[in-house]
């Protein structure tokens, strides 16, 4: 057995399932070693694709996944899908096939390309540290929930390894909370008349935890964009915090006197800026990463901690049940004003145009509740992120944080093989779409029952309503239309075009079944004005 077969096979025994790449010379041998130890391997049409669909699989599965590339340009052209899992703590090993013949045409720094976007550089030094190296870059990525890129310079992965059994994982040190922040949290809560939890992405398996802790002293329960659906289902949740939020939740949350934000950064994103948390709020952050308390925003009590954990604790430490935010009137708002889709608009759509409102809600009607929503990035984003309803935060996959467009068909592939019994939705905009079509005949391929949701306006929307108003000229931003129904359908996809709220029939008859391929929509939506988030969008860059 040479290198290249020891590191897929040991990393098979330590639970490695699913593999996404693109194969060449320098990674054949141990993407087959890894398959012909029982892991599934996904050939997708490009890197990038590979290392965002195995971030998606990643974040909606709860289990790492490997992406495998080719040395030098296999590793360049997959390196926006990993700075965005590496921005995102997602735990990938990306493993990267490495020419280190000074003359290489493949030649580059791969070790300073992976520190370059925030991954974690590792590499197989030599026959004997083959096992012990593999297993090494693979305990990273899960203790300590890093993206890696694990080199395999081409030389060593010929040699025939020295076997070895893998070592064990390390012992994960966490520490229970203090008891004087606990102790300061339950006094902050059971004095508190209208608290507010914020939970992130550090919180989505202690749903069940602060639910029990909200209700004991009367907390409003929001999420970050990637925690939407944690509390789906709760009558007092306010759904998502931030540029999403609707405006009772905007407002709710800005009369908070106490905010809890649970493995949330309490980023701009999810603060407006800082604007949507009052001066006069006394502000939690609970998270096990001390360098992120305070990291972004103010707060008065920072606790290093499990959340489920110091959720558990301040529900102990409290005597009683307080009424808190949850008051009759309260909850009567909730009732009647608590989703984007209750809120009152008027109409946009023209002959042939359809509000992208009309065409989102009319979709959230069509389709089954179990669904695993993936969202681009875009002007248009807002829609699906706010009015498709999802059934808890494993159903929905929002790959924002290098708010790079392209990733969404991506991430909905490593999501929907990531939740089989859900229906897979895609939701891009024209332009993302088109940058990331290579990955639809993936999805055709693996034959997928996919609904993919082109918001279709013709252009970069973002560009066009920022810079549009001030009288900036936008050619380059605006395409000629393009019929991207007629497109789908040469990759064996369904697809149609719409207009109007009544195209959407053929949609509502794939959606009944068998979904034997998936369905494009090429919905040609209004263009008239900047989704409502787009002013806090360009304010952060």
């Given at each position: 057995?040479?290198v ?9 025994e330590l ?23 029982g ?9 990038s ?54 003359r ?22 030599s026959?004997?540290t ?46 229970p ?33 602060l ?14 964009a ?45 603060t ?21 308390l ?22 102990a ?12 009137a ?32 009319a ?23 706010m ?6 935060q ?5 790959t ?52 993919i ?9 973002a ?23 007629a ?32 369905m ?16 806090e ?5």
């Amino acid at each position: 057995m040479n290198v290249a077969e020891a590191v897929g096979t040991t990393l098979a025994e330590l639970g490695a399932d699913h593999v996404f790449g693109v194969v060449g010379s320098g990674n054949f041998h141990v993407t087959n070693a890894l398959l012909a130890a029982g892991a599934r391997f996904v050939a997708t049409r490009h890197e990038s694709g590979a290392a965002t669909a195995a971030d998606a699989y990643a974040r909606v599965s709860g289990r790492p996944a490997i992406v495998t590339v080719h040395q030098g340009c296999g590793l360049t052209n997959a390196m926006t899908g990993i700075a965005e899992a590496a921005k995102s703590r997602t735990p990938m090993l990306v493993l990267a096939a490495e020419a280190t013949a000074p003359r290489s045409n493949f030649r580059v720094d791969q070790s300073a390309l992976a520190e370059a976007v925030g991954a974690t550089p590792l590499r197989v030094r030599s026959p004997e540290t083959a096992v012990e190296d593999a297993a090494r870059a693979w305990h990273v990525a899960v203790t300590e929930r890093r993206t890696v890129v694990l080199n395999l310079p081409l030389d060593v992965q010929a040699a025939p390894a020295v076997l070895a059994a893998p070592p064990g994982a390390p012992a994960v040190d966490r520490p229970p909370p203090p008891d004087s922040s606990v102790a300061a949290v339950a006094e902050l809560l059971a004095s508190s008349a209208r608290p507010v939890f914020i939970a992130g992405r550090g919180a989505v398996d202690a749903g069940a935890e602060l639910s029990a802790l909200a209700s004991c002293c009367g907390a409003l329960p929001a999420t970050s964009a990637a925690a939407k659906g944690l509390f789906a289902g709760d009558p007092w949740a306010l759904d998502v915090s931030g540029g999403f939020a609707t405006p009772l939740a905007a407002a709710l949350i800005a009369e908070a006197d106490v905010v809890v934000a649970w493995g949330s950064s309490l980023n701009m994103w999810t603060t407006r800026h800082g604007a949507l948390v009052s001066p006069s709020a006394r502000v939690v952050q609970v998270d096990l990463d001390e360098s992120a308390l305070g990291a972004h925003h103010r707060i008065d009590v920072g606790v290093v901690g499990d959340v489920a954990a110091t959720a558990r604790a301040v529900l102990a430490s409290l005597s009683g049940t307080t009424v808190g935010y949850r008051r009759p009137a309260v909850r009567s708002r909730l009732a009647a004003e608590s989703r984007w889709r209750d809120v009152p608009y008027a109409d946009d759509g023209d002959d042939t145009h359809i509000d992208p409102r009309t065409l989102t809600i009319a979709l959230d009607d069509i389709l089954p509740a179990e669904r695993m929503v993936a969202v681009d990035s875009g002007n248009f984003m807002g829609y699906p992120s706010m009015f498709l309803s999802v059934p808890d935060q494993r159903g929905f996959c929002f790959t924002q944080a290098f708010q790079s467009i392209g990733l969404g068909l991506a991430s909905a592939l490593g999501a929907a093989l990531a939740s089989p019994d859900r229906l897979p939705v895609a939701a891009c905009g024209d332009g993302g779409f088109l940058m990331a079509i290579a990955e639809l005949e993936t999805i055709r391929r693996l034959s997928l029952g996919m609904l993919i949701v082109v918001y279709n306006d013709n252009a970069y929307g973002a560009e066009v309503h920022h810079f549009g108003p001030h009288g900036h000229p936008l050619d380059t931003v605006v395409f000629p239309e393009t019929d991207l129904a007629a497109i789908a359908r040469g990759y064996g996809c369904e697809a149609v075009t719409v207009r109007d709220a009544s195209d959407l029939a053929p949609v509502t008859a794939w959606a009944a079944g068998p979904r034997t391929a998936p369905m494009v929509i090429d919905a040609k939506v209004t263009a008239i004005r900047p989704s409502w988030w787009l002013e806090e969008a360009f304010r952060g860059h």
